[in-house]
């Protein structure tokens, strides 16, 4: 493939919820262009985009892939997208560098849950979009309702450019609202048409939903609007002209049809995509800020600059960083600066993707979208950019973990091998995160959902041959105090020879919560030397971090040391740091101490037929409901939960709502545990010590 203008360029994301589609949509337009030679299927795990051995086990997208093909002068860069929930975070990437979204929705259940969470990453960056009802040759399609269905959920800017004539088993019909003429889809799977006059019987509904689209476009251009004031009517070239300004702005959402399975209205997709979708020499341009400030930077037209949207490391492919050029030219060989790192780069062998097939060029230019051979200090969402034009361009957002476990290695020596491969595969997909917590002494998972982290685990074995089992995350509560008062902490020895002596009178005071650990010296006199002041606060911390009561960190407490006795021979720092934690553990046990628990914020998006349920689910996971929310279909419920009440959590409310239902979460503050639990960790807490002390 040669250098392209970028007016010559479309980059499309393709989105939508899991089932809708999007791959077969996908393998239907690479093959009307050419860029494959058959139409693979899902079920025989032969597309273009789902080519991972667990995509094609599962038969459902996992990971993000880019397509890259060319037509009639045009090239088009497609990225399919996962859909479910679990995967959906997948979708960031491809929307953040693609010019345009093509939604897709399904004939029979139309706006879901997926569609709603890609149409919100796609209003944050202001997308243009198209949608596309598939799944027109399906029993009990149903067009219509769809349409209305995304209009209720999206606004009147969404407005049919097509309808079917025949939905249902043997459709391939479709009207055409922008050349005003039926379409005739050959059934051979070819994905040709052949114009024909509309129907009488259709003339009506074709001419009343014409006119909607029409006074669309007309009023998306403020000359178009007077011209159609004054005429009544627009030239193709206005209605066309309309479309396209009012798809770039966002005001209108033009809805086709398709049937991708039986390559039925693919074609005529494509033609809109090149026609009316924005290239990226139309749309607004990237701005970005100068490295370590929030100073705006113009970026240069002839410099490169470029985001890297994301990062591969597979057998079919090879390590890979994908990225799309903003400005000036990546060519292979060619020095570049990691601007988010501060690190200098070389570019090597540069590629277009389709799917797991390479093809090797010398450059990407403006505009275009390909994959440099995996850069040793890039990684997704960083910018590249020419080294004597630093800018960084706004990154990808991922979402939160909501589903955490901790895992342990089946074979003792894998541990170093687990965290090579866990921050490997956290390199490929930001929306999971894994590290090892030393106060919980686990190593810590956490993604989107059990699914999610299933299919990590799986490429832990698989990628890195080391198998891991999974057990419960233990919660860090933790430990403080709601009174105040005074300990003396001795620490005498004499066995012979020189001994050990410290005494340290120390006071406990609780402070206020998030303010963690204050240390005050108040030895007056010379009680305690100077010298030995500082092994007292660290025999404290060293004890709060072990915690009192039942093991766990002690926070916000003020500890005050004011009086002491050592000894000229036998006092030494141990002695002190062993007094200083004594001290703390008498004081602490006299301070009424008690056991916080971490609450987390959850947002809760389900259906309103699922309210109830949900509510109380909640409630019973000793959760506080903070309000409620309409958005759109769909109900928000904010409330504050115990982190300890929410593991699996997103597995249970997807049981409970049909799969509908999603959430977020993150830490808020902590607080005091019911008595009973806490009476139960202190319980543990105390026989596993006897038991380790062989008591």
């Not at 038969?59 to 995967?87: A, E, H, K």
């Not at 090879?318 to 050029?325: D, F, K, T």
């Not at 799969?659 to 545990?673: A, F, M, P, T």
Request: glycine share 10%.
């Amino acid at each position: 493939m040669s250098a392209i203008a970028a007016d010559k360029i479309r980059n499309i994301a393709l989105v939508g919820h899991g089932g809708s589609g999007k791959t077969t949509l996908a393998e239907s337009i690479m093959y009307k262009m050419g860029t494959t030679t058959r139409m693979g299927t899902i079920e025989a795990g032969n597309t273009i985009s789902d080519y991972r051995p667990a995509e094609v086990d599962r038969q459902i997208s996992i990971s993000s892939t880019l397509m890259t093909g060319d037509y009639q002068g045009f090239r088009l860069n497609i990225v399919d997208t996962p859909g479910f929930n679990d995967f959906i975070a997948e979708a960031r990437g491809p929307i953040r560098v693609a010019d345009a979204a093509v939604v897709v929705l399904s004939g029979l259940n139309g706006v879901e849950v997926g569609t709603e969470q890609v149409w919100g990453f796609a209003d944050e960056l202001n997308r243009a979009r198209i949608i596309v009802i598939n799944g027109l040759d399906r029993e009990n399609a149903r067009f219509d309702e769809v349409l209305q269905d995304a209009k209720n959920e999206f606004g009147n800017k969404v407005a049919a450019l097509q309808f079917p004539v025949n939905q249902g088993d043997g459709f391939n019909q479709i009207i055409d609202l922008l050349k005003m003429k039926l379409l005739k889809f050959d059934r051979e799977g070819k994905g040709d048409y052949t114009e024909e006059e509309i129907p009488p019987e259709f003339a009506d509904k074709a001419a009343d939903m014409h006119q909607i689209i029409l006074e669309n476009a007309a009023e998306a251009d403020d000359d178009l609007l007077e011209i159609y004031f004054d005429d009544g009517d627009l030239t193709q070239e206005q209605f066309e002209q309309g479309l396209r300004t009012g798809i770039s702005k966002g005001s209108i959402v033009p809805v086709l049809c398709a049937a991708a399975s039986a390559n039925i209205g693919s074609k005529r997709l494509l033609e809109t995509i090149l026609s009316l979708l924005p290239n990226p020499a139309e749309v607004e341009p990237e701005k970005g800020v100068k490295p370590g400030t929030t100073e705006k930077i113009e970026i240069q037209s002839d410099k490169a600059v470029a985001l890297t949207w994301k990062t591969l490391s597979e057998a079919h492919v090879g390590e890979l960083s994908l990225i799309r050029v903003f400005s000036g030219a990546v060519e292979s060989g060619s020095e570049l600066f990691n601007t988010t790192t501060g690190k200098s780069e070389k570019a090597g062998q540069i590629f277009h993707l389709t799917g797991k097939e390479r093809r090797q060029v010398n450059s990407l230019s403006a505009g275009e979208m390909g994959a440099v051979v995996k850069l040793k200090n890039t990684h997704t969402g960083d910018t590249l950019s020419d080294s004597k034009h630093k800018v960084v361009l706004p990154g990808i957002k991922f979402p939160e973990p909501v589903m955490r476990t901790a895992v342990v290695p089946k074979s003792k020596g894998d541990e170093d091998k687990i965290s090579t491969g866990l921050q490997s595969i956290h390199e490929e997909d930001p929306s999971f995160v894994a590290a090892y917590d030393p106060e919980l002494q686990q190593t810590i998972i956490a993604g989107q959902g059990e699914f999610h982290l299933d299919v990590i685990i799986e490429r832990l074995k698989d990628k890195f041959g080391v198998e891991v089992e999974r057990e419960d995350p233990k919660i860090p509560y933790r430990e403080t105090i709601r009174g105040t008062a005074e300990a003396e902490g001795k620490h005498k020895k004499q066995s012979g020879g020189r001994g050990q002596f410290g005494i340290a009178n120390l006071k406990l005071e609780p402070m206020p919560r998030g303010e963690d650990f204050e240390f005050v010296n108040s030895i007056y006199g010379g009680a305690i030397p100077s010298k030995y002041i500082p092994a007292v606060e660290k025999g404290i911390r060293e004890k709060m971090a072990k915690g009192v009561v039942a093991g766990y960190k002690v926070v916000d407490v003020k500890v005050t040391l004011y009086d002491g006795k050592f000894h000229e021979v036998d006092s030494s720092e141990l002695a002190f740091k062993i007094a200083g934690s004594l001290g703390f553990a008498n004081a602490f046990a006299k301070c009424k101490p008690m056991i916080l628990e971490p609450i987390y914020d959850i947002e809760v998006r389900v259906p309103e037929a699922f309210m109830g349920d949900v509510m109380g689910d909640i409630s019973s996971r000793r959760g506080k409901i903070q309000g409620m929310e309409a958005a759109g279909k769909m109900q928000v419920i904010k409330a504050k939960v115990p982190l300890g009440e929410l593991n699996k959590y997103s597995t249970a409310l997807r049981s409970m709502t049909q799969g509908r239902g999603v959430h977020r979460q993150k830490l808020s503050h902590y607080e005091e545990v019911p008595g009973d639990i806490q009476a139960n960790l202190i319980e543990i807490y105390q026989k596993a010590r006897a038991e380790g002390s062989g008591g």
